[in-house]
């Protein structure tokens, strides 16, 4: 069984930074793409950052020059993380991770794209 969950979010001032870690288990497939979602209060959930086990990386126009998403593998479990920096009021939003088997999804940063969701963790940054 697949699972996702996100940690590493909270509360800072615009300019600071803060990291976001996804701890995925379950998933034995070579092939995946894996990225991070926000969603804020009435808004669609838009793609973040994404890696494939091609290696590649995407961004969204949003966050390009500002964050960077990794990942690293451990014996039995992989961990996603994404470092923010100089956040902005508009970064405020629920952050959730996500996982796919294909590894050549047709719109990478695309919410509906995914297989398996974690349940979020929230960011909110203070002007």
């Known amino acids: 069984q697949v699972q996702l969950v996100e940690s590493g979010g909270g509360s800072v001032q615009a300019g600071g930074s803060l990291r976001l870690s996804c701890e995925v288990s379950g998933y034995t497939g070579r092939k995946y793409s894996m990225g991070w979602f926000r969603q804020a209060p009435g808004k669609e959930r838009e793609g973040v950052a994404v890696?494939?086990?091609?290696?590649?990386?995407?961004?969204g126009d949003s966050v390009k020059s500002r964050f960077i998403i990794s990942l690293s593998q451990d014996i039995d479990k992989k961990i996603l993380s994404l470092q923010m920096n100089s956040l902005e009021p508009e970064d405020t939003a629920m952050y959730y991770c996500?996982?796919?088997?294909?590894?050549?999804?047709?719109?990478?940063?695309?919410?509906?794209?995914?297989?398996?969701w974690g349940r979020g963790t929230q960011v909110n940054v203070a002007s």
């Open positions: 890696i494939t086990s091609d290696k590649s990386i995407m961004y």
């Open positions: 996500a996982a796919d088997p294909s590894s050549h999804l047709n719109i990478p940063l695309l919410y509906s794209s995914y297989m398996y």
